[in-house]
C-alpha cells in the first residue's frame, strides 16, 4: 500500500527516531576518515558513495565527520517517498532520481545541489540493482560536477541483514560497529571513454573492498538473509 499525506510523515517520524536511536546506540570504530574531514574542513564538496545495502547508516557516519549539508538521490519508485521523508527529519535533502543512464530528472537536481554548495550521496547499485554493480551514473556525475568521489561503508557483527535484493544491513541496538571511509577519487572532465571504464571497475572494486574489509573487522560474514 501506497504511503501518502499523513500517514507518510507519521510512518517516517517512526523511522528516523528508530534509525537514529539505533544509530546512536551502536559503538562505533571509525577509520580512513581524515581525508574527508579534511574536505569539509576546506569547504569542498563531495560525492558520497556506498552500497544500496549499506545505506541506513550513512547518515550518522556523515554527521560523525562533521558534515554540514547534503543531498541525497533517491529513487522515484514508492520505497523512495519514504527514504526521502525519512532523511528530512535529520535535516538532509533529497533529489529523485536514478544513477542509471538517462536519468536527466536526477542528474539535473543533483548538478544543482553541487553548485549551491552541498555535498552529494548516492548508492551506485541501486535502486533495484544488481548489488554491488556500480552504475556508470556516478563517474559521469562527478566528471561533470568535479567533486571527488568518497566512498563509505560500515558493518556490525550484530544486526539484522534482511533477505532483499541489497542484503541490506540493520545493526541491532549496543552492537559493536565499524565505519570505514576511502580515499577521495577525483575523476578528470576530459577522460575518455575507456579511462571512465577503468576508474567504473576501480571504483567498484575498492568499494567492494572496503565492505569486505568492514565485515571482516566485526567478524562478519554474508548469510543468505536473516539475523547473524
Excluded: C
Excluded at 550521496?121 to 561533470?144: C, F, H, M
Amino acid at each position: 500500500m501506497r504511503l501518502e499525506g499523513r500517514s507518510l510523515r507519521v510512518v517516517a517520524a517512526l523511522a528516523a527516531y528508530i534509525i537514529k536511536g539505533m544509530a546512536l546506540s551502536v559503538r562505533w570504530h571509525e577509520e580512513g576518515d581524515a581525508s574527508v574531514r579534511a574536505l569539509i574542513e576546506a569547504g569542498q564538496p563531495f560525492l558520497l558513495a556506498f552500497w544500496h545495502g549499506r545505506g541506513v547508516m550513512v547518515a550518522q557516519a556523515y554527521r560523525r565527520v562533521g558534515g554540514r549539508k547534503i543531498k541525497i538521490l533517491v529513487s522515484e519508485h514508492r520505497d523512495g517517498e519514504l527514504i526521502a521523508a525519512t532523511m528530512a527529519h535529520w535535516g538532509y535533502g533529497a533529489v529523485r532520481g536514478s544513477t542509471r543512464r538517462g536519468a536527466v530528472r536526477g542528474a539535473r537536481g543533483m548538478l544543482r545541489a553541487a553548485h549551491a554548495g552541498y555535498d552529494l550521496a548516492i548508492s551506485p547499485d541501486g535502486p533495484r540493482g544488481p548489488r554491488e554493480v556500480l552504475q556508470e551514473g556516478v563517474i559521469e556525475l562527478a566528471r561533470i560536477s568535479g567533486l571527488p568521489i568518497v566512498p563509505v561503508t560500515y558493518s556490525a557483527r550484530w544486526a539484522k541483514r534482511f533477505a532483499s535484493w541489497d542484503g541490506f544491513l540493520l545493526p541491532l541496538p549496543g552492537a559493536r560497529g565499524v565505519i570505514l571511509w576511502g580515499e577521495p577519487l577525483r575523476i578528470p572532465r576530459d577522460a575518455n571513454t575507456d579511462t571512465l571504464i577503468a576508474l567504473q571497475h576501480a571504483l567498484e572494486a575498492e568499494m567492494i573492498a572496503l565492505r569486505q574489509r568492514a565485515d571482516a573487522m566485526v567478524g562478519r560474514t554474508e548469510p543468505t538473509g536473516g539475523t547473524s
